[in-house]
């Protein structure tokens, strides 16, 4: 679909609904409400909405619980020792990787602490980490935090990558640039796949080459791409990746993180790792003997007991991935995104500008909204209205139509509020 077959009008939003083959799956999810009705929900790249199934899965693990206790951890429906192998073989799809490099553990942060730990290794003469500039304050804090432990000066170990002089977007031949001109002292490039707060998707198969030419590790927080758009993490080399699980792929808040590690690394057990007895050799492992023996794949990287209550919102998010399949997700994704763009183009007398890539290969479902004036007060027309979407001093309103939830007439509902308001 491109721009010059839009149109305005409820009349055309609700056509392009109805021959829209992903349309039902909206009725698999549970919105807020609001004034009886359901609220329009932009706001997945935060939190995404709770699939209706999850009622009925927790339910499933309440009573092997119940009735099985620590049995259920070898029987029941979903024997626990290995419930974080269920979520694997979905995650292949949307993450480009085998079963093999990817688990699921912790939360973001802690796994981004856990990953940094393993590949950043500063010598005298290769210490420093690229990461862009107004990163989210998580990175930011656990970059300056790592070159700390290792004794380093945070002005001196980390370049941060920032746009042009007037710009608001990060051009990719700069990052590349730098990567470049940092050469041997490079150790790590460490950058979210997709900013926050612009929406801006960066060319990771680029930015990994440009590492690896340098000899430096290539490692991306994923959180706001991970089941908004797919990847290719294997065969792009990525050395290592994580990404939390509760906003595109709706597991829930706080659920469980995901991690990505090449077989490269995963498939040497004497890759560098901080261990517990979930990461053993599961031949080894009630041994309960000294000595750690990582098992030979990214579940090496496992710490501690599978957090089975943490991951069942998950399980039941993927099937209904499964269900819709992410190529087709993203495509409809980029229909939608580019639908809400056009709108909000036939709107010359806002005082506004969408500081998210125009192209659509270089954004997922989020447009951000620069308003230079009445941002704050757009965003409460909006709640007021039904529509939930977020806001971000200064003045960004961030609208993330996600494609599982999200219909032509959401979308078009909240230019109307915009055109008959403001």
């Given at each position: ?30 919105f807020p409400q609001h004034q009886g009705r359901d609220c329009i929900y932009f706001c997945g790249n935060s939190l ?186 294997h065969d792009w080399q990525v050395d290592f990746a994580v990404w939390c699980s509760y906003k595109y792929l709706n ?41 750690f023996h990582a098992k030979p794949n990214a579940s090496g990287w496992n710490i501690s007991t599978t957090q089975v ?114």
């Open positions: 679909m491109t721009n010059n077959t839009f149109q305005i009008g409820l009349d055309y939003a609700i056509a392009t609904d109805k021959a829209d083959a992903l349309a039902p799956f909206k009725s698999k999810f549970h995404g909405l709770q699939p209706k199934s999850l009622a009925e899965a927790m339910d499933v693990e309440m009573k092997t619980w119940q009735n099985l206790a620590v049995g259920g951890y070898f029987g029941g429906t979903n024997p626990w020792l290995r419930y974080h192998e269920y979520l694997q073989p979905s995650l292949t799809s949307i993450m480009g990787a085998s079963t093999k490099e990817i688990t699921l553990m912790n939360s973001l942060t802690v796994n981004l602490h856990l990953l940094m730990l393993s590949f950043y290794k500063p010598s005298i003469d290769r210490y420093q980490i690229i990461m862009e500039a107004g990163a989210f304050p998580s990175d930011q804090y656990a970059i300056e935090t790592l070159v700390k432990h290792f004794g380093l000066d945070p002005d001196q170990a980390i370049i941060e990558i920032s746009p042009r002089e007037g710009e608001k977007l990060l051009r990719e031949e700069d990052i590349l640039e730098t990567i470049a001109q940092a050469g041997g002292k490079l150790a790590m490039v460490m950058m979210g796949g997709i900013n926050y707060y612009t929406g801006q998707f960066y060319n990771l198969e680029a930015i990994t080459k440009a590492a690896h030419a340098v000899g430096a590790i290539a490692g991306f927080d994923l959180a706001h791409v991970a089941g908004n758009i797919p990847l290719q993490l597991a829930g808040p706080g659920a469980v993180g995901g991690v990505f590690v090449h077989e490269k690394w995963a498939s040497n057990s004497d890759t560098a790792r901080l261990a517990g007895w979930w990461g053993n050799d599961e031949q080894t492992r009630f041994k309960m003997e000294k000595g209550f943490n991951m069942i919102g998950l399980k039941a998010s993927l099937a209904i991935f499964d269900e819709a399949g992410i190529q087709a997700l993203r495509e409809k994704s980029m229909q939608l995104t580019a639908y809400l763009e056009w709108l909000l183009q036939q709107l010359p007398n806002l005082n506004f500008e969408i500081i998210t890539p125009s192209d659509p290969h270089f954004r997922g479902a989020q447009l951000s909204l620069y308003f230079k004036d009445q941002g704050r007060a757009i965003h409460d027309k909006m709640i007021e209205n039904g529509i939930i979407v977020d806001y971000r001093e200064p003045g960004v309103i961030r609208v993330a139509p996600a494609p599982l939830y999200c219909s032509f007439e959401d979308v078009y509902q909240f230019y109307s509020i915009l055109k008959a308001h403001f």
